[in-house]
């Protein structure tokens, strides 16, 4: 039985911690690991049905014998593979759009192909997956979209221009989405990470010169002295994606250890 977005405030009651997400159906991208594999692992544990999607099919494979996970390899870049997913599976009620890269460097240092790329991931991503699994949502009484945005569409942060620049789209694209359908059911916010440990992280510290003094530098960064895990970040999705947040849209939730202070 599928949950109307309305039926818990107009209750006055809300499912247990355990059941959050019980009778709900979730596509996450970039599900393979770090945040969206996290938050796919954490939509399951509440409840939902959770389809996990990502381009690395080896990795996205490991999720196959999680219980209320089923699996799927797209690329999000791929507006085909896209609509094909969509004409395929039933309607969604939630939709957490997690991929993105994080690109380094100053606006000087930016290649064209850099920019296109990072808009194209970042932001066009997005974009693609929305327009196709909002329209289902609108059929069936609404639905819950989380996006990933990052601290640094807040803040400045050095040598992350491009990347910033994408995640500041990413919280207008919430936005606008949010005002065009809140009186349809749709909710939509997104999420602003500060430093997460991820495969992703570990990449871009062994890529510089002194990976460890380049650790101590990411953990500086966080006034509360460490950095976030991605089941942090997932716990914030979960809250989102449930009646929980049924008031709750066009909102940056920034899960950041304080950067933003």
């Given at each position: 039985?599928?949950?109307?977005?309305?039926?818990?405030?107009?209750?006055g009651t809300l499912p247990t911690m355990r059941n959050r997400l019980q009778g709900k159906r979730a596509l996450v991208t970039a599900a393979a690991?770090?945040?969206?594999?996290?938050?796919?692992?954490?939509?399951?544990?509440?409840?939902?049905?959770?389809?996990?999607?990502?381009?690395?099919?080896?990795?996205?494979?490991?999720?196959?014998?999680?219980?209320?996970?089923?699996?799927?390899?797209?690329?999000?870049?791929?507006?085909?593979?896209?609509?094909e997913l969509t004409a395929q599976e039933s309607a969604f009620d939630i939709l957490f759009n997690c991929a993105g890269f994080v690109h380094h460097?100053?606006?000087?240092?930016?290649?064209?192909?850099?920019?296109?790329?990072?808009?194209?991931?970042?932001?066009?991503?997005?974009?693609?997956?929305?327009?196709?699994?909002?329209?289902?949502?609108?059929?069936?009484?609404?639905?819950?979209?989380?996006?990933?945005?990052?601290?640094?569409?807040?803040?400045?942060?050095?040598?992350?221009?491009?990347?910033?620049?994408?995640?500041?789209?990413?919280?207008?694209?919430?936005?606008?989405?949010?005002?065009?359908?809140?009186?349809?059911g749709i909710r939509c916010n997104a999420i602003a990470p500060g430093t997460v440990q991820s495969p992703s992280l570990d990449q871009r510290i062994?890529?510089?010169?002194?990976?460890?003094?380049?650790?101590?530098?990411?953990?500086?960064?966080?006034?509360?002295?460490?950095?976030?895990?991605?089941?942090?970040?997932?716990?914030?999705?979960?809250?989102?994606?449930?009646?929980?947040?049924?008031?709750?849209?066009?909102?940056?939730?920034?899960?950041?250890?304080?950067?933003?202070?």
């Open positions: 039985m599928r949950c109307t977005w309305q039926a818990g405030a107009a209750s690991q770090g945040i969206g594999e996290a938050t796919a692992r954490a939509f399951a544990d509440a409840g939902a049905n959770v389809l996990a999607t990502d381009i690395n099919a080896t990795k996205l494979a490991e999720l196959e014998s999680v219980p209320s996970i089923s699996t799927r390899e797209l690329d999000v870049t791929d507006t085909r593979a896209i609509a460097g100053t606006i000087l240092a930016c290649k064209d192909e850099e920019w296109d790329m990072a808009f194209d991931l970042n932001v066009k991503s997005m974009y693609r997956v929305t327009k196709a699994v909002l329209p289902g949502m609108l059929e069936s009484g609404g639905g819950s979209i989380i996006n990933i945005s990052s601290i640094a569409a807040h803040k400045g942060l050095v040598n992350r221009f491009a990347y910033g620049a994408t995640k500041a789209a990413v919280v207008g694209f919430t936005k606008s989405i949010a005002a065009d359908y809140v009186t349809q062994q890529a510089f010169d002194d990976p460890v003094a380049a650790r101590k530098q990411f953990i500086a960064r966080q006034p509360m002295g460490r950095i976030g895990t991605a089941e942090e970040i997932a716990a914030m999705a979960v809250y989102l994606a449930s009646d929980e947040s049924v008031f709750t849209t066009g909102t940056l939730m920034k899960v950041d250890g304080g950067m933003s202070i």
